[in-house]
């Protein structure tokens, strides 16, 4: 009897290994896996940014010399004939300025890597008003300082979401609340809305479509960082996103 209860013992004890092994490398692995999704999240943001500088530095510093040159060559009074077509040149080029300008400021917005996630939120509020006359509602907790990874997932996850507000939701007015939970850390971000509302599982399997793939983009981005997405909603009852992240 006591033969069979040492083997048994001597069993337990292995098995014990095995399954600390195991999991330790389940935690390196996970480790890695956040460590790559870091470094694609940085060579992500790099390359936005590179593109931002260039359109900045080169593509909008041409048209700006083209609209220049078009203003000498109006104000020779030599091609009176062409006041016309120089008039809606200029016009088309002042808006692909504009769009130039546009496109900078949303690859890489200045003042998330200047002041951090709270602040950029502030501005997103602005950009929506402006861009799309949707009146959003931002409330942050104080000292809120996650890693330039996490910021940058986050706020893009945000515009993407409010985006599908502008376009699905059929209202002018929505919120973003950010807190982290106080019993473990986790940092959370609520977008919601009272529009039109969906059905979700609907809307994940038409990841194909335009609002299904910023919910897929969206739960994806977050899913690197080991965090996720939680949707609430249904039809006619409006809808609430939850992304959240470990601490860290």
């Known amino acids: 009897m006591a033969g069979l209860l040492d083997v048994l ?15 330790e490398q389940l935690q390196e692995r996970t480790t890695q896996l956040h460590a790559m999704a870091g470094a694609i999240i940085q060579a992500e943001e790099r390359e936005r940014t590179r593109i931002s500088r260039l359109i900045h530095d080169h593509l909008q510093q041409m048209l700006m010399g083209a ?8 104000g020779k009074d030599r091609y009176p004939e ?16 504009e769009t130039a300008q546009s496109l900078t400021t949303e690859l890489s917005p200045a003042v998330l890597h200047q002041y951090g996630l709270a602040a950029a939120l502030q501005w ?3 950009w929506c008003m402006e861009k799309f006359k ?5 409330d942050t907790e104080d000292d809120i300082d996650p890693s330039p990874e996490i910021s940058v997932t986050l706020f893009l ?5 409010l985006f599908n507000v502008v376009k699905h939701a059929g209202v002018r007015t929505a919120a973003v609340r950010m807190w982290r939970e106080p019993s473990d850390g986790t940092l959370k971000i609520e977008i919601s809305d009272q529009g039109a509302g969906f ?15 910023g919910l897929f983009n969206s739960r994806e981005r977050v899913k ?20 959240w992240v470990p601490p860290g």
Do not use: H, Y
């Open 67 to 74: 609209l220049l040159n078009l203003r000498m060559m109006k």
């Open 82 to 97: 062409l006041a016309g077509d120089f008039a809606s040149i200029e016009g088309m080029l002042k808006e692909s300025i």
């Open 157 to 161: 996850c945000v515009r993407e979401l």
């Open 9 to 23: 013992q001597a069993r337990q004890d292995e098995l014990e290994l095995e399954v600390q092994r195991r999991t």
């Open 199 to 213: 059905d979700p599982l609907t809307a994940m399997q038409r990841k194909g479509t335009t609002g299904g793939m």
């Open 124 to 126: 997103l509020r602005l």
């Open 224 to 243: 690197m960082l080991g965090g996720g997405l939680e949707t609430e909603s249904s039809p006619g009852n409006g809808c609430r996103f939850t992304l």
């Open 134 to 138: 949707l009146l959003v509602d931002v």
